[in-house]
């Protein structure tokens, strides 16, 4: 009701509270407080499509984060946690309408295979340094988002996140095993150990709780091929407890969560120490890192889907982080961008961060009122939860799609995934990261390079493997390099080079026509490597011609001196000039060079550099 007054007398308000947005937006600080963009301009048809989107999200937030939670090696309740202050922290600062944060499974995941190697979850000891490294993690993102670190996101790529995730997913499945089958599962180093402890004891399941887990899964399945708009993990949630209730099933070896603290959380600054951080550190890199990407990808494809926003991928970080920051003061779990709870926002008509805001309060809501009634719901309900969010990570389609399209992606998939099996999640996410450099290095270190020939009757030069009809001239090679010219490519460029002109014979090659409009970047290597093939070419009676330089590369040219020495008559807009003067075509047109082919702006920059 607040909020309805509030929209309706929204311009009177606004018109009253203008000159506090204008000397916000003179500290800046709409730049960074996000809600500052989109408040000022909400309306009350928004309201009925976020106050939907936020409740349908909140009633399915309730029984994951509680099972997330456990996944951790948490108590449920610091799941729930996760829902509050983090949640209404990003609908201040984050820049996606749709993107939903709380607990999740993958950094969950993470958090008990790092913390678990220095603590028994569940203690007081193992609860605190799960605190820390949220904070820690949340630090980490912010400065990330200040030092304009966005982009490092990209450098995960996709089949390496594939990979990762679909070793996670049967992780995951193996840390269920004991609330799926009943009996108690010592924790193991190997994953399959635990699954061969498990195959051993198989005598030991516990038949209700078995049956109950099924019957969890088959339920939740059910509804959702129903109707997906029916929240079947909630409805779940509720009967079990019911059966709980109401057949004693607590007597009969039904493990339930038992206590859970009912308000909200206190204020309660985490307990850090130089030994502790020391301690953390390793699982709050994973931690930072998954964020990252998680994050950032998530929030591109609702900004790729609904197409009327933009997210800003380091305004995204400081919003990750801060809600981790805050989070933590309130004894939250680390949080990260959930794509389930994303797509339910989505689907369920989110206009604007305010359904993150309606969330969050509803959420509270659960915790001043709701807690008691949780006392009773079993933990193989929770497992289930957790089981049926394995089957989204698990990419097995990518891997089959990869296979057919890119082999190399496929191979850097399947090491990642193996990795993480054989040695463990942070052994993972760190193997991930080095094959994601590790392929860029390699791409742009040999990266394509092609011999063109001209289409019949036309200007346009291709591949000539590409295109068996384009015309080659004997004495003359055009060749196209697609990269950007550096460090780590320059040497292969001039090995190129000089082995083209050993197969092709330096008697009957008269010239070599550099087609350079796709070679985007040039360093000081990349300028060496340049100078030295020509000095070569040159060296073996071989014209070197440049065409279709671009404009950023021609200043670097001009700096480096190497248009006087490539020569100024040896450059030219289009491959086809260089062609046609190399031939002696129309000779007298070519007397002049085109004063375009080497226009720079580097007076321009150094005045400006000057007046700086």
């Not at 018109?15 to 909400?42: A, D, H, T, V």
């Not at 993470?110 to 949220?134: C, D, K, N």
């Not at 050993?502 to 340049?530: A, E, Q, R, V």
């Not at 030295?532 to 671009?550: H, M, P």
Request: aromatic share 12%.
């Amino acid at each position: 009701m607040l909020i309805c007054r509030f929209l309706k007398k929204r311009n009177k308000v606004f018109q009253q509270l203008s000159p506090i947005f204008y000397i916000f937006g003179e500290m800046n600080l709409k730049k960074y407080l996000y809600i500052l963009e989109w408040l000022p301009s909400y309306n009350k048809g928004f309201l009925k499509n976020d106050l939907i989107a936020g409740l349908t999200v909140s009633v399915m937030f309730v029984p994951q984060g509680m099972a997330y939670a456990l996944l951790a090696g948490m108590p449920p309740i610091f799941g729930l946690y996760g829902g509050l202050l983090p949640l209404f922290l990003y609908a201040l600062f984050g820049t996606s309408r749709h993107l939903s944060v709380g607990t999740v499974a993958v950094s969950s995941l993470l958090v008990l295979a790092g913390i678990s190697q220095i603590a028994e979850p569940l203690t007081p000891e193992y609860i605190s340094l799960v605190i820390l490294t949220g904070l820690l993690a949340g630090i980490i993102q912010a400065l990330a988002s200040f030092m304009k670190l966005g982009f490092l996101a990209n450098f995960l790529s996709y089949p390496v996140i594939a990979g990762f995730t679909s070793a996670a997913a049967i992780i995951i499945a193996a840390s269920q095993l004991k609330y799926l089958l009943g009996f108690e599962i010592p924790r193991f180093s190997a994953l399959y150990e635990t699954f061969g402890y498990a195959f051993q004891h198989i005598g030991e399941t516990h038949l209700p709780t078995f049956l109950l887990c099924i019957s969890g899964i088959g339920l939740i399945v059910g509804f959702k091929k129903m109707n997906k708009n029916i929240p079947g993990p909630l409805i779940v949630v509720v009967m079990s407890i019911l059966l709980v209730i109401f057949l004693k099933l607590e007597q009969q070896g039904i493990n339930i969560v038992k206590g859970v603290p009912e308000g909200l959380p206190a204020f309660l600054l985490p307990e850090w120490s130089l030994a502790n951080i020391k301690l953390v550190f390793p699982t709050v890199l994973t931690v930072s890192i998954m964020g990252m990407v998680e994050t950032i990808s998530i929030g591109k494809v609702w900004e790729a889907k609904h197409k009327n926003y933009k997210i800003d991928a380091n305004q995204e970080l400081l919003a990750i982080g801060i809600s981790k920051i805050g989070g933590a003061f309130f004894q939250a779990l680390p949080t990260s961008a959930s794509f389930t709870r994303s797509a339910v926002n989505s689907e369920s008509g989110a206009k604007t961060q305010m359904s993150s805001i309606f969330t969050s309060f509803l959420v509270a809501l659960t915790l001043l009122f709701l807690t008691p009634v949780f006392y009773f719901l079993p933990k193989a309900i929770l497992a289930a939860i957790v089981l049926l969010s394995v089957k989204s990570l698990f990419e097995y389609k990518e891997a089959i799609n990869l296979w057919k399209t890119h082999r190399g992606d496929f191979w850097m998939m399947t090491a990642t995934f193996i990795v993480t099996l054989l040695f463990g999640i942070e052994e993972g996410v760190l193997a991930g990261v080095v094959l994601s450099v590790l392929m860029v290095m390699y791409r742009n270190a040999q990266p394509h390079i092609v011999v063109l020939g001209q289409l019949p009757n036309t200007n346009y030069f291709r591949n000539v493997d590409r295109f068996p009809d384009a015309i080659q001239i004997p004495d003359c090679l055009i060749i196209r390099f697609d990269s950007q010219l550096f460090f780590a490519n320059s040497l292969y460029f001039k090995e190129f080079f000089e082995e083209l002109v050993n197969n092709h014979g330096t008697p009957s090659l008269k010239g070599i026509i550099l087609d350079g409009s796709n070679i985007n970047d040039i360093d000081s290597s990349g300028l060496k490597g340049l100078e030295n093939t020509k000095d070569f070419l040159a060296r073996e009676g071989i014209v070197f011609y440049l065409a279709g330089v671009i404009g950023p590369v021609r200043d670097r040219l001009h700096k480096a001196d190497l248009i006087d020495k490539i020569g100024k008559e040896n450059q030219f807009m289009y491959v086809q000039d260089a062609l046609d003067f190399h031939l002696k075509r129309d000779l007298a047109k070519h007397k002049k060079w085109a004063e375009s082919a080497i226009q720079t702006n580097v007076e321009e920059e150094e005045e400006k550099e000057e007046e700086d």
